[in-house]
T-cell receptor, first 113, second 112 residues
Framework: EAQVTQNPRYLITVTGKKLTVTCSQN?????MSWYRQDPGLGLRQIYY???????DKGDVPEGYKVSRKEKRNFPLILESPSPNQTSLYFC????????????FGSGTRLTVV | GNSVTQMEGPVTLSEEAFLTINCTYT??????LFWYVQYPGEGLQLLLK?????DKGSNKVFEATYRKETTSFHLEKGSVQASDSAVYFC???????????FGPGTSLSVIP
C-alpha cells in the first residue's frame, strides 16, 4: 500500500530534550515536506526537500532541522524543544512538488512541557 | 502574496442535504487548485484537483469547478452522509514544484 509513515503518533517530552520524528514514504517520491497544524493558524510548512541532499526552509523553520540522506526518509529534528513547538505535525510527499497533490502521513501530536 | 480563503464554519447539515463549501484564492497566473479532507484523528487526504480554468475536479461524489473569472473553487456534493463529517481544506500550488498553500479549513458536521 502506498503510504507515508510517521512515528511516533503521540509524544510528550520536556523542554530541551532532543527528539526526532521519523517520516518514511514507499512511493519513490522526490518531494517531501513537513507541516505543523495549529488551531487558528492552519497548516504551515516547516521544511521541504526537492530530492536527496536538497532541503530548504519553509515558512516556520526556526527551532527545527531536517535531513534527506535517502529518498524515502525525511526525519524532523527538534534539537531543543520548547513549549511553543507543541503542535500536530504532518509529513507529506509527492512526485515533484505540491502541484501533483500531496500524500500525507497520519500525523504526530507533540506536547512539550 | 498567494492565499486561499474559505468559509470557516462549523457547517452543520442533515443527511441528504446539498453541500457547498466556498473557496476563493489570490494568485497570479493559473495555479493548481485542490480540495483535501481531514477525518478526525487522521492526516489530510487529497479529494480532488483541477489544473486549469473551467476544469471540473471530481472524485465521483464531490465536485469543484475552477473559475478563473471569480477566482473560486467551491466544493459541492449532492447528498451528504454522516461519514462526510470532517474538515475540508481548499488549497493551491503555483506550479508543479511549488509548495501547497492551504486555506484555514471548514469543519463539516452531518447529523443523521
Amino acid at each position: 500500500e502506498a503510504q507515508v509513515t510517521q512515528n511516533p503518533r503521540y509524544l510528550i517530552t520536556v523542554t530541551g530534550k532532543k527528539l526526532t520524528v521519523t517520516c518514511s514514504q514507499n512511493m519513490n517520491h522526490e518531494y517531501m515536506s513537513w507541516y505543523r497544524q495549529d488551531p487558528g493558524l492552519g497548516l504551515r510548512q516547516i521544511y521541504y526537500s526537492m530530492n536527496v541532499e536538497v532541503t530548504d526552509k519553509g515558512d516556520v523553520p526556526e527551532g527545527y532541522k531536517v535531513s534527506r540522506k535517502e529518498k524515502r526518509n525525511f526525519p524532523l529534528i527538534l534539537e531543543s524543544p520548547s513549549p511553543n513547538q507543541t503542535s500536530l505535525y504532518f509529513c507529506a510527499s509527492s512526485r515533484t512538488g505540491g502541484g501533483g497533490g500531496y500524500t500525507f502521513g497520519s500525523g504526530t501530536r507533540l506536547t512539550v512541557v | 502574496g498567494n492565499s486561499v480563503t474559505q468559509m470557516e464554519g462549523p457547517v452543520t447539515l442533515s443527511e441528504e442535504a446539498f453541500l457547498t463549501i466556498n473557496c476563493t484564492y489570490t494568485a497570479t497566473g493559473y495555479p493548481s487548485l485542490f480540495w483535501y479532507v481531514q477525518y478526525p484523528g487522521e492526516g489530510l487526504q487529497l479529494l480532488l484537483k483541477a489544473t486549469k480554468a473551467d476544469d471540473k475536479g471530481s472524485n465521483k461524489v464531490f465536485e469543484a469547478t475552477y473559475r478563473k473569472e471569480t477566482t473560486s473553487f467551491h466544493l459541492e456534493k449532492g447528498s451528504v452522509q454522516a461519514s462526510d463529517s470532517a474538515v475540508y481544506f481548499c488549497a493551491l500550488s503555483k506550479t508543479s514544484y511549488d509548495k501547497v498553500i492551504f486555506g484555514p479549513g471548514t469543519s463539516l458536521s452531518v447529523i443523521p
